[in-house]
């Protein structure tokens, strides 16, 4: 899938937890295209800061030509780009890369760990009514912020915390299998930490359900050629993150 | 304002051509640009057979720079012949072959097995610093650079482009080396051997622990290069490394390069190569040069 360089104002930026950030920008061509799991590459408002960095769509309004995403300060470019100012200009690659399944009948079941609620976010707002079941996990209750983003249209929100501090104590795959047991679910999504997803994976295996995991990567152009961020693929050789990816058929890749 | 250049035989649109390994087999940069626009496009590198690359990280950001561990991963000679090639013939852009071995032979047959109609000329890479056998291994000593370029040149019929390292004490001793060899033109630099370490866990950034080092950090070397290299051999010279904008560009073909190539410029947006070569344009009209070939060589020292 071939993106667009769009430069677009930022129209909200806020801080929704330690470090997490929420940024809403007028990308119109983006938001018109983009489908859960993608991402766009953003690039950081400094000159010697060469590298873009792939950050996953949290949502779109199409009609007002908007692009919402969350990300984690996880260095000195996110943190950069933490400061950046409503009303600022910032040049965005995108909308890149494979997306979920949102499957026409029967149920979705989205997990998320950590930043990785924001693409299984994006799904849950283009699921329809009573169509998805979503589990979320975090550290503690600082980060239960997320919860409070998803449509009151789900089937059931499940929150999970490290340390109980909210919701369920323990880890989001600790749960699933009550999910699954009903039977109703078709499809299950997942972004978060590698073990999350392997055990999500493996439950969804369990029940013969497809399951798609959405994969991070140190990465480069984003548009296929570098080879930089590449994942091991079970029938041997690699895909692109960027390009065949992030969002692969659980099935198909090395957890 | 002429634009166009003629390159070891090869005519361009503009002086401008895509760097190997930034730029896949062109075809996947066609929604982002005109590529008939583009002066030439260097494909990534390829082997006779498929090479898987390294493990683990593979890119790393530092101050003005990208290090890159990739290892040269690319589907080989067949997937390029019977796949990208057939689908770039539909565009008026020069195809370079670029290409690697692991032992001089398998240089020699690789250049065999590209030298076919739709491929323009061949750059013989001899400086990727991220593999273990061939790459760097054939480009820091004269001899072994000079008989890479002499199989090279035995076993086809197109321009030779010996492509340089700078991970050598004099590189004008390598570029006489492969001018003897009879190459036909000299790329130039390659990325420069380096390192990216995490403090707070003390392990190197990068899979391969090393890797090559490219983007505007390395440009004053690679200009130094340029400009060491066109005073030692009198056959053109395509000038890289850190080029960004039009500026850039003029200034390497102000040190001696008759065309550049962008690379990781392209890696930061997909679009940089026809804005960096509107903006060479513009700076010749504001510098009223009629012809970009007339700035080749022109430093006033």
Known sequence: MTGMVEKGIIIRHEKMGPDIWRMVISLPLTAKKAKPGQFIHVKINDNSRLLRRPISIAGTAPGKGLVEILYRVVGSGTQLMSEMKEGDTIDCLGPLGTSFTIPEEGEILGVGGGVGIAPILFTARRAKPGQMTVVIGGRNKDEVFWKDLFPKTLKQLIVTTDDGSYGIKGFTVSVLPDVMKQGTVRQVAVCGPGIMMKKTAEIAGEYGVPCEVSLERRMGCGTGTCMACVCDRKAGGHYKVCSDGPVFDAAEVVL | ?301
């Open chain 2, 1 to 301: 304002m002429n634009m166009t250049v003629e390159f070891c035989g090869i005519k361009m649109k503009s002086p401008v051509i895509a760097a190997s390994g930034t730029f896949g087999y062109g075809i996947e940069y066609k929604d982002y640009m005109d590529l008939n626009q583009v002066g030439a496009i260097s494909v990534k590198g390829l082997g006779l057979t498929p090479w898987t690359g390294n493990k683990g990280v593979r890119i790393a950001e530092t101050a003005s720079g990208v290090l890159n561990c990739i290892g040269l991963e690319n589907p080989g000679v067949e997937k390029f012949l019977s796949y990208y090639l057939p689908r770039l013939k539909s565009y008026d852009v020069p195809i370079i072959a670029n290409m690697v071995g692991r032992n001089v032979e398998e240089y020699g047959k690789t250049a065999k097995a590209l030298t076919v109609p739709g491929v323009s000329a061949l750059e013989v890479n001899i400086s990727c610093p991220n593999v273990t056998n061939g790459g760097m291994a054939f480009g820091t000593d004269p001899k072994v650079a000079a008989q890479v370029t002499a199989e090279v040149k035995r076993n086809t019929t197109l321009p030779v482009i010996v492509k340089l390292s700078p991970n050598v004490t004099d590189i004008t001793a390598v570029a006489r080396a492969v001018e003897e060899a009879g190459a036909d033109a000299i790329s130039l630099i390659n990325t420069l051997m380096g390192m990216a370490i995490d403090a707070r866990t003390r392990r190197p950034v990068l899979g391969n622990v090393t890797g090559g080092l490219s983007g505007p950090a390395i440009k004053p070397v690679a200009l130094r290069m340029v400009w060491q290299v066109r005073k030692a051999v009198h056959i053109p010279i395509c000038g890289m490394g850190g080029i960004m904008t039009g500026t850039d560009a003029a200034e390497f073909m102000i040190a001696g390069a008759d065309t550049v190539q962008v690379g990781t410029a392209t890696l930061a947006s997909p679009n940089a190569i026809p804005r960096i070569t509107g903006e060479l344009r513009k700076w010749c009209e504001a510098n009223q040069v009629e012809d970009v070939n007339s700035i080749v060589n022109t430093l006033k020292i």
